[in-house]
């Protein structure tokens, strides 16, 4: 979560004519990509990004709604806001996002004081909904009190991607939507509800895209999405005479645009984020083992090692399925790590099920893991069609036990590493320690290193010499 609470330093110098707004952003990549999109769209309507809300003309709130808890600390802070738009009765309050999308009108039930309720593909209008909704304010006598209030959720909408008059101000790691959106149904998900179904975008504007956010000074690149290695699965197949793709019957693969991003001049490293095993190819395992640029590090979600609980999950896979898909992907790329994330408590768990996940993490050799205890989201399948009999004394041990073997089996992966050079680009300064720098190796894994702050934005060897479950620890490597 990425924000500023209301504070009296560091607030805009604009002058006090310029309209300003500020973002609070929850959740995922894809929000912070979001958002900073979306701040781009003021700004080319002549607004301003303050960095607190003291002084904002427009608060905007990009929300979450995977986990309960997330849409409660949204609730938390518009109920920390609500003095100041009684103070400020001009002051325009809008949340956008999945909550926005799920809740809709109850948003407006829950904070009476909240203007608009943006959805997930309408977001980008936002700037034009504020002027709109300023409009009607001023012309109380031609709108009705519910008329000043705006609800814009159509899942429908493709969500349009215009920067060229914009300054790209995302620093040295860029984050890149590829597609919106899944066509998947597992039970415990609302991401289909709120996102969509799948909406990939064209090669050519992401490739676009890119090349502004590099020219900018972005030299990381994350793509992002639902399931991003099923993208160009939506698109149509190519007629007789066009381009033939390595997607499925010619389609564009997210082979294709790694392929395409990997000519950008500049752009020194590519990562992905999430993958479903059931796209998991040859053609993106050949990518991997090509393009240099590219992380060796593949997000492989595997949420369960028991095949009962996967089917109840609706995964679309087995765990002899995923071992296949694995042992394809290692065996053109073998120095390739994984990461996963596990639901623990999933409905009807039981204890053998619980051992399978502990025996799965243990043979795959995750090097990183994601550990949550199921929480069951209205409108899922889960939640309204099974019942949760796993008390939440159980999952908290389990959630307990997955995490001890984790670190067992992370700290296995990253001691492999002691003794060896690796390849490491430099992202920013260490939060602790003098003259000490942090960056990710080209396998995806943390690594703290000494030197000075001029080696930030810099690919460098190093020799691993010590190592956590969570990361890896050297010097610079003497060539």
Request: charged share 25%; glycine share 8%.
């Amino acid at each position: 979560m990425s924000t500023t609470r209301f504070q009296s330093e560091g607030a805009s110098d604009a002058p006090a004519s310029v309209p300003r707004v500020h973002v609070v952003t929850f959740g995922c990549q894809m929000n912070k990509y979001d958002s900073l999109l979306l701040e781009g769209r003021f700004a080319s309507r002549g607004y301003v990004t303050t960095p607190t809300m003291d002084d904002a003309d427009v608060i905007l709130f990009n929300t979450c709604s995977v986990r309960e808890h997330a849409e409660e600390r949204t609730y938390s802070w518009l109920g920390e806001i609500k003095h100041a738009k009684a103070s400020r009765p001009n002051l325009v309050i809008g949340v956008m996002g999945c909550m926005a999308q799920r809740m809709e009108e109850e948003v407006f039930r829950r904070a009476g004081h909240v203007d608009l309720v943006v959805g997930t593909r309408e977001f980008q209008r936002l700037p034009e909904l504020v002027d709109e909704l300023r409009e009607r304010r001023a012309n109380p006598e031609r709108f009705a009190s519910a008329e000043r209030r705006i609800l814009a959720t159509d899942t429908g909408v493709a969500v349009q991607v215009d920067r060229s008059e914009e300054s790209y101000g995302g620093g040295r790691h860029a984050y890149l939507a590829v597609m919106r959106g899944c066509d998947l149904n597992c039970t415990y998900c609302i991401v289909p509800a709120t996102r969509g179904r799948a909406a990939s975008r064209p090669i050519e504007a992401l490739v676009e895209e890119a090349r502004w956010m590099v020219a900018g000074g972005a030299q990381v690149l994350t793509l992002l999405g639902q399931t991003v290695n099923s993208y160009g699965t939506d698109f149509p197949a190519p007629k007789k005479g066009q381009p033939r793709f390595r997607g499925r019957q010619g389609r564009p693969s997210l082979a294709d645009l790694l392929y395409a991003l990997a000519d950008i001049e500049g752009l020194e490293r590519i990562r992905l984020v999430t993958l479903h095993p059931s796209y998991l190819t040859l053609d993106l395992a050949q990518a991997l083992a090509e393009i240099p640029q590219l992380d060796r590090f593949l997000p492989l979600p595997a949420q369960s090692g028991s095949d009962s609980i996967l089917k109840a999950m609706k995964r679309g896979y087995t765990t002899d399925l995923y071992r296949e898909r694995v042992r394809m992907l290692r065996d053109r790329v073998p120095d390739v790590e994984l990461g996963s994330d596990w639901i623990v408590g999933f409905p009807g768990e039981t204890a053998a099920d619980f051992a399978a996940s502990l025996e799965f993490c243990d043979e795959m050799g995750f090097a990183v893991n994601y550990i949550f205890k199921y929480d069951p989201r209205p409108t899922t399948s889960s939640a309204e069609g099974l019942s949760d009999g796993v008390s939440g004394e159980v999952k908290k041990a389990r959630n307990q036990a997955l995490l001890a073997q984790a670190e067992r089996v992370g700290l296995r992966r990253m001691s492999a590493f002691v003794g060896q050079d690796v390849r490491a680009f430099v992202e920013r300064p260490a939060e602790r320690g003098v003259q000490r720098l942090f960056g990710r190796t080209l396998h995806g894994l943390p690594i703290s290193l000494d030197g000075h702050s001029d080696l930030c934005g810099k690919t460098v060897r190093v020799r691993v010499t010590e190592t956590t479950a969570y990361g890896l620890s050297g010097v610079r490597a003497v060539h």
